[in-house]
């Protein structure tokens, strides 16, 4: 069955430092992956998609590369902040059901 | 503009009890989703509706029910509540198909205890 896998141990880094968080899928390829911010008590919130065919997309300090071939999405964060810290999601297309599914989530702690 | 909304907040609901979780979103969106979200297994689809009137099974859509009644709402019922059913609820909506684009709207969650 389809998976998409991140990783559950904490991401703890510096201010100032990239942020690098890792989603991979197996058993299927996805027209496209999103990435969602959750913060503590709150529901997730949208921020990027990249399609099979863009290798790479930017919105201000972030950065979401997609390869295919290692099957793998990689989510950056430039210049990190305490503000970004959160747990992060990947999620992507269901086949069963045309809806998404959301991988468990990174938790990024970024420190001063 | 409140986007996605859901109440109650927090529940406690004793084993065989029953309960209704509101949903209401105000962007005028078609496709509205119930996800469960327990620690290490990640948002999982519980229902989801496709216009008013329609509804359709998710990944784990046992011990619940759903309706829309109105384009706005989606609601979420327990008949007889479960501590397997511990959990916090999330409801989402997105525009048809162009949700994919531009990523499902979520509610800030509900909280249900089930003792």
């Known amino acids: 069955s389809q998976k998409i896998e991140q990783n559950s141990e904490a991401l703890n880094i510096q201010e100032g430092k990239t942020a690098t968080l890792t989603c991979n899928y197996t058993n299927y390829s996805p027209a496209y992956l999103q990435w969602y911010r959750q913060d503590p008590g709150r529901g997730p919130v949208f921020l990027l998609l990249?399609?099979?065919?863009?290798k790479e997309k930017r919105k201000e300090r972030l950065k979401v590369t997609f390869d295919t071939t290692l099957k793998q999405s990689l989510f950056h964060i430039t210049a990190s902040q305490p503000a970004d810290s959160a747990t992060y999601l990947c999620a992507s297309l269901s086949y069963n059901t045309d809806k998404l599914i959301f991988g468990t989530g990174t938790r990024l702690q970024v420190f001063p | 503009n409140a986007g996605v909304t859901q109440t109650p907040k927090f529940r406690v609901l004793k084993t065989g009890q029953s309960m209704t979780l509101l949903c209401a979103q105000d962007?005028?969106?078609?496709?509205m989703y119930w996800y469960r979200q327990d620690p290490g297994m990640g948002l999982r689809l519980i229902h989801y509706?496709?216009?008013?009137?329609?509804?359709a099974k998710g990944e784990v859509p046992d011990g619940y029910n759903v309706s829309r009644l109105k384009k706005q709402n989606f609601l979420l019922g327990l008949e007889s509540a479960a501590p397997s059913q511990t959990s916090v609820y999330f409801c989402a909506s997105s525009p048809p198909g162009s949700g994919h684009f531009y990523g499902y709207t979520f509610g800030s969650g509900t909280r249900l205890t089930v003792v």
């Open positions: 990249i399609r099979e065919n863009e």
């Open positions: 509706s496709v216009g008013e009137g329609t509804t």
């Open positions: 962007m005028n969106h078609e496709y």
